[in-house]
T-cell receptor
Framework: QQKVQQSPESLTVSEGAMASLNCTFS??????FRWYRQHSAKGLEVLVS????GEKEEGRFTAHLNRANLHVSLHIREPQPSDSAVYLC????????????FGKGTHLHVLP | DMKVTQMPRYLIKRMGENVLLECGQD?????MYWYRQDPGLGLQLIYI???????SEGDIPKGYRVSRKKREHFSLILDSAKTNQTSVYFC????????????FGPGTRLTVL
């Protein structure tokens, strides 16, 4: 079964400094990865989806995928206090097209 | 406007009472999900619905059942609620398989006393 781990658990950055979040997974045959953001126990919103090795940019959010290293990261350029939230990594399961596994999340705090 | 709604948003019940959580979506998505989210455990999958009357257990189905009689509506039922079912419950929908983006509702915070 796919296992997804996120690091760090908590991250504090100053407004304008780059924020980098990490996600490792156990099954390199997955080909569907997403980063979601969750503000204070509200619903999740998708930030960026990536399906092949390399980089995918959506506005200030950039995902990097390296399946050989079982690693996907999220970089937030010029973070703002409104970006303070929990960021969740979601990885598909190669053997079940309907299921994704979520990491436990990284709490990001952006200081003004 | 693509939207997933959940009702109620907050609910307090006593142990042993029945609970009905409701979810609706306006995107005609075939697939819908129920998750629960607990501190330190992340999102855990309770049930998947592939379409009307086509449901499958997720990773933690014990103590829950679901109903989907219309494509746009998916219900989660707790028969005789237990205190360890206190949690935040999220509904999600997606077009087709889990490879597509999941759209999430705002969540229902359930407290079982």
């Amino acid at each position: 079964q796919q296992k997804v781990q996120q690091s760090p658990e908590s991250l504090t950055v100053s407004e304008g400094a780059m924020a980098s979040l990490n996600c490792t997974f156990s099954d390199g045959t997955s080909n569907n990865f997403r980063w979601y953001r969750q503000h204070s126990a509200k619903g999740l919103e998708v930030l960026v989806s990536i399906f092949s090795d390399g980089e995918k940019e959506e506005g200030r959010f950039t995902a990097h995928l390296n399946r050989a290293n079982l690693h996907v990261s999220l970089h937030i350029r010029e973070p703002q206090p409104s970006d303070s939230a929990v960021y969740l990594c979601a990885v598909s399961i190669a053997t079940n097209a309907y299921k994704v596994i979520f990491g436990k999340g990284t709490h990001l705090h952006v200081l003004p | 406007d693509m939207k997933v709604t959940q009702m109620p948003r907050y609910l307090i019940k006593r142990m042993g009472e029945n609970v009905l959580l409701e979810c609706g979506q306006d995107m005609s998505h075939e697939t819908m999900y129920w998750y629960r989210q607990d501190p330190g455990l992340g999102l855990q999958l309770i049930y998947i619905s592939y379409d009307v009357d086509s449901n499958s257990e997720g990773d933690i189905p014990k103590g829950y059942r679901v109903s989907r009689k219309k494509r746009e509506h998916f219900s989660l039922i707790l028969d005789s609620a237990k205190t360890n079912q206190t949690s935040v419950y999220f509904c999600a929908s997606t077009a087709g398989t889990g490879y597509a983006e999941q759209f999430f509702g705002p969540g229902t915070r359930l407290t079982v006393l």
